[in-house]
């Protein structure tokens, strides 16, 4: 699919002229340019597709994105923002947006990690001198040697994504108070829709109704977005804050490889998190569960009257996600997109289990606030919960 027909121009909010002497730490730390290229380098081209099949394509992603979000506000009885509904992109811009939500998420953290080791290092005496042109070689060299492992694991996952709600990027140029922005990757959509021989209209429009309820989850919490910020920023920050324990932790975790990649495994989170990190991590996987599961749940609730053909849709793409080839299924495994999958799949039955007893307008007070968030326990026990917030 030509790259010039979806939109490429995502806003992103990284430096592009070289290694910043004094800008942002995180700028120092990661080439983002260079990330942006390597994987605009090693992502694979979408299907072949004439240019006006992507003209429609990409029109018709558009206008079923504004058609799937009058069907989510009735079957979740919850308040459609206001707003573009989607923003559609190519590979390349999908790459551009993850790269600026990456580097939303570091800032804050590697920030703040900085500022304490180096008060630390005060406290005990130590030199707090800035590096001298050794060590500024030295993280020249780290920081393009992590732009481009970021490029990597970028392009690996710029053909896996259909669509994304992303509440952590910079808004739209032209609408700056707007909170998060909705992205569907044309390409890869039409790529599955042909792979599994699904009529364009109604897989368009299901994997609509999926991330436009994402949309409108983060509108009915507003609080949701930095809940979920401030938990990753505390991962990333005792990662970063720590790099001793870190190599301390990566010279154990070979031999727990196996374990990590292997079926139920939580990848390299599950491999390198302390105990404390791991509750926190599970905090944030229950609510991740309660998310994909409820967008599940409405993607097939919507029913046939609006998308004719979602029985096979969903019979298809659920083979589709257990179907993978051995390469793809163990770097899956490695980087915890398995258990994104178990995601779906948990947090559906949560959500089931919740309407069935309290309906769905007893199910949507857990937007009212991050305490009646279900726990990892209660994701598994709908009861527990209904229990708790109903009682």
């Known amino acids: 699919m030509p790259p010039s027909t979806p939109r490429t121009d995502v806003p992103t909010d ?15 730390l990661v080439d983002w340019d260079l990330a942006v290229r390597v994987a605009g380098r090693l992502v694979p081209p ?8 992507a003209e429609r394509a990409v029109a018709s992603l558009g206008r079923l994105a504004g058609r799937a979000t009058e069907h989510v506000a009735l079957t ?22 993850n790269v600026a939500a990456f580097r939303s998420l570091l800032e804050v953290p590697v920030q703040r990690s900085a500022e304490q080791r180096t ?3 005060a406290a005990e005496g130590r030199s707090t001198r800035k590096d001298g042109p050794a060590d500024a070689v030295a993280a020249a060299v780290g920081r393009r040697a992590t732009g481009a492992e970021v490029g990597a694991l970028l392009a690996w996952l710029a053909p896996r994504v259909l669509g994304q709600y992303d509440p952590f990027g910079p808004p ?17 959509v039409v790529a599955v829709e042909r792979e599994l021989q699904l009529r ?12 436009e309820t994402h949309r409108v989850q983060f509108a009915a919490a507003p609080w949701l977005a930095g809940h979920l910020r401030s938990r990753t920023e505390g991962l990333v920050g005792d990662v970063v804050g720590e790099p001793g324990a870190l190599l301390a932790r990566l010279r154990t975790a070979a031999a727990r490889l196996p374990t990590a990649v292997g079926e139920g495994g939580d990848g390299l989170v599950g491999l390198l998190a302390t105990p404390e990190q791991q509750r926190v991590v599970a905090q944030v996987t229950a609510v991740m569960a309660l998310l994909e599961g409820h967008a599940d749940v409405v993607m097939d609730d919507v029913g046939p009257d609006v998308v004719p053909g979602v029985e096979t849709v969903r019979a298809r793409f659920q083979a ?9 299924r163990v770097v899956r495994r ?12 948990d947090g559906a039955a949560f959500v089931r289990g919740v309407q069935e007893r309290v309906g769905t307008e007893g199910l949507n007070a857990v937007w009212t606030g991050p305490e009646l968030l279900p726990t990892p326990d209660e994701v598994a026990d709908p009861d527990a919960w209904v229990r708790r917030v109903h009682g």
């Not at 490695?334 to 799949?345: N, P």
């Open 14 to 28: 990284h430096p592009g002229d070289g290694t910043p002497p004094d800008g942002p730490l995180v700028d120092r």
């Open 46 to 53: 979408g299907p072949q597709v004439s240019a006006r099949e």
């Open 76 to 97: 979740t009885g919850l308040e459609v923002p206001a707003g573009e509904p989607a923003v559609v992109v190519d590979r390349p811009g999908w790459v551009r947006a």
């Open 119 to 121: 008060a630390r290092r």
């Open 172 to 188: 739209p140029a032209d609408r700056p108070d707007e909170a998060g922005r909705l992205l569907l990757v044309a390409p890869n």
């Open 200 to 211: 364009p209209r109604d897989f368009r429009l299901w994997v609509c109704l999926h991330e």
């Open 320 to 328: 589709r996600r257990g179907g993978r080839p051995g390469l793809d």
């Open 334 to 345: 490695l980087l915890g997109m398995d258990a994104k999958m178990r995601q779906y799949t």
